[in-house]
């Protein structure tokens, strides 16, 4: 890679990527303090634990 096309694309991942990233990050935040975000945060959590049917039952046995 020619080192003029290196330098464009560094300097172009320095300033616009820096501001993308912090754009993602912004997001996620809002995302997480917005009104209503504990609630589904609690149930998507509990997904994992509330599992209607016993594993043995599952398995054929």
């Known amino acids: 890679m020619p080192t003029a096309l290196y330098d464009t694309l560094r300097h172009f991942a320095d300033s616009w990527g820096l501001l993308y990233m912090m754009a993602i990050f912004l997001a996620v935040v809002f995302f997480l303090v917005r009104p209503g975000a504990r609630a589904s945060a609690m149930a998507a ?6 599992d209607a ?3 043995d039952r599952e398995a054929g046995q």
Request: aromatic share 0%; glycine share 0%; proline share 22%.
């Open 45 to 50: 959590a509990r997904i994992p634990l509330d």
């Open 53 to 55: 049917t016993p594993r």
